[in-house]
């Protein structure tokens, strides 16, 4: 018996050390990646009140939006939201706001939290000794994110357009998905970035709450952008899933598909993609580093 | 020296009574404090936190109503200030979540921490842990709904009646009751469920969406006004608001305050009950420090 514990013992040395000797480092590891990605969405699905997450919670979020409309304007979409929106119908509006802005906020509390909840089971520092580039980890972060970001993103819709009789022009579906492709590899590096402040300031609930509430405040999901302050439509613009809202919006709802400002879209979305790349790839570096350096990686 | 910490140790354990209690609570709230402020970013959230929830609301208000009044609200509640009806709303929710989150994940931050069995081991009622949080969390959203108050009142051009000041602090009072009641039930939830997050952000969402906030219950559909009714938070923020917006002369004050109580008595009863039940089985089935 122990001589065969001993041979599988030897054996699984023999084979680390192959693994060993033939490992070259790659600038990706695609497979570490897919890895990551479904250890998180089992972890998900082990907690099955996760589904009242996707599913349910948020209606109760932008319900009282709605509410609160009802409230000071009355049944009807009054005058002046149609004046400064060009929009008929404020749920109309809300939904498609709501619809794309879940994927912010799952890029907000997904990717960040995640390295969180590894330091809070202690697994941080082993999955950083791994012989896998960080880009993996993070991208394998971002990809189970963006799978839960989906699925919440629809039900979310389904049932609003069900409760709220709300209706989209059904040719809005194939440029909706192109746009939402780009914007998501744009939030990948708005998520990156959020990795690299919670590495160094460690308590995300406090910082993805801030992230979460004021990028929120400043993107057009309930109000038309020109109802903000022009600096702070600046700063909106920004926010990759800002352009996201207003072209879905307004191919969802006009059923209108004009390739210029399609085109201006994507072109915009792209750049800000690229650029979030490199600042949130450039930050997660330094804060990899700043944590190493000192010694806080597993600190809490 | 080891006398010493003899006599210490047997003093503890004789402690008893309300006030060793309240002091073993406000032990905790300081505690509290003191790990918030170690998070430089925590400062910041709690100083911004208020306005980031209030500014949507006031975006979306302008956006429909275009001015400061409307008949609309006029209509359904007799007020057409939607800026201080919904200000004094909204100011009082940073309270209810703060008591909510604060204090029903107060054991979770603990065991994540990998204190909550050496805190349960120490010479105090089990539920003085949780009043301790409520205590922190009663001065740290308390802080907030004055922060927010005071902006309002600069910045939006809120009006209070400052002779409803006191009233609404009794309203305060009676609610902080009746919401412990709500609290426990939370702390229990985290304790079986563990990654019971998203049962809490549930249950608080669907008592944020039933509460008189932003609008009366009379938008609600009616399945939800039922809902609204037996929820304390309801007549809190209506008391609340009521009275500040009011005065003394307030006509739902009686309403508010009977409610108030009813529903304090039911809820600290109920909840106080399931807390009891659940720590001990919780502890029978060696799950405390568990995720």
């Given at each position: 018996m122990t001589e065969l514990i001993q041979n599988d013992h030897e054996a699984s040395l023999h084979q680390s050390s192959d693994y060993l000797e033939t490992f070259k480092p790659r600038a990706m590891d695609w497979t570490a990646a897919k890895t990551f990605a479904i250890k998180n969405l089992r972890i998900a699905l082990?907690?099955?009140?996760?589904i009242l997450v996707w599913g349910f919670l948020p209606i109760l979020w932008f319900a009282p939006y709605i509410l609160m409309a009802t409230a000071v304007g009355g049944l009807e979409t009054t005058a002046h939201f149609t004046e400064i929106s060009?929009?008929?119908?404020f749920i109309q509006f809300v939904v498609i706001g709501w619809f794309v802005y879940m994927y912010l906020d799952n890029s907000i509390w997904g990717i960040g939290n995640n390295f969180r909840w590894e330091q809070f089971s202690g697994t941080l520092e082993p999955l950083f000794t791994t012989p896998v580039p960080r880009i993996s980890i993070l991208l394998g972060a971002a990809f189970s994110d963006t799978v839960q970001g989906t699925v919440q993103a629809l039900i979310l819709f389904g049932i609003s357009t069900t409760m709220f009789g709300a209706s989209y022009a059904i040719t809005a579906i194939l440029p909706t998905i192109i746009i939402l492709l780009v914007m998501v590899i744009g939030l990948y590096g708005f998520g990156f970035m959020l990795a690299a402040l919670i590495l160094v300031f460690k308590d995300p609930s406090v910082l993805s709450e801030l992230v979460s509430e004021t990028s929120y405040m400043i993107s057009p999901v309930n109000y038309p952008i020109n109802a903000l302050p022009r600096p702070v439509q600046f700063a909106a613009y920004m926010i990759p899933t800002t352009i996201g809202i207003i072209t879905i919006r307004e191919i969802a709802i006009t059923g209108a598909w004009n390739l210029l400002s399609f085109s201006q879209a994507l072109i915009a979305l792209g750049a800000l993609a690229v650029l979030f790349w490199i600042i949130g790839l450039a930050c997660f570096q330094f804060a990899e580093n700043w944590t190493k350096q000192r010694g806080h990686m597993g600190g809490f | 020296m080891e006398q010493e910490q003899n006599t210490l140790f047997q003093k503890m354990w004789k402690r008893k009574g309300y006030r060793a209690e309240l002091r073993a609570a406000s032990a905790l709230a300081i505690k509290q404090w003191q790990v918030e402020f170690s998070y430089p970013l925590s400062v910041l959230w709690f100083i911004v936190m208020p306005f980031l929830w209030f500014i949507p609301l006031i975006l979306v208000g302008t956006a429909v109503a275009g001015g400061p009044s409307s008949a609309t609200l006029d209509g359904l509640v007799g007020t057409s200030d939607w800026i201080t009806y919904i200000a004094l709303g909204s100011s009082y929710t940073g309270l209810a979540i703060s008591l909510m989150w604060g204090t029903g994940f107060a054991m979770r931050r603990e065991q994540n921490a990998g204190t909550l069995e050496t805190l349960m081991t120490?010479?105090?009622?089990?539920d003085t842990l949780v009043w301790g949080s409520m205590l922190h969390n009663l001065q740290h959203g308390g802080l907030g709904v004055i922060l927010q108050l005071a902006a309002s009142i600069l910045l939006f051009g809120v009006t209070l009646d400052w002779w409803g000041i006191i009233p609404a602090l009794m309203i305060v009072g009676l609610s902080v009751i009746g919401m412990q009641g709500l609290i426990f039930t939370i702390v229990c939830i985290v304790l079986t469920a563990k990654q019971g997050w998203m049962i809490v952000e549930f249950l608080s969402s669907t008592l944020l969406l039933v509460a008189p906030i932003s609008y009366p219950i009379a938008v609600l559909p009616s399945v939800l006004q039922y809902l609204s009714i037996v929820s304390p938070l309801t007549w809190s923020v209506e008391g609340f608001r009521g009275f500040l917006m009011n005065g003394i002369a307030y006509s739902g004050a009686f309403n508010a305050v009977m409610a108030l109580i009813i529903l304090d008595i039911v809820f600290v009863i109920v909840g106080g009950l399931l807390f009891k039940y659940t720590e001990s089985y919780v502890r029978k089935k060696g799950a405390l420090s568990q995720f």
């Open positions: 082990r907690y099955p009140a996760n060009g929009y008929g119908d | 120490t010479p105090m009622r089990r």
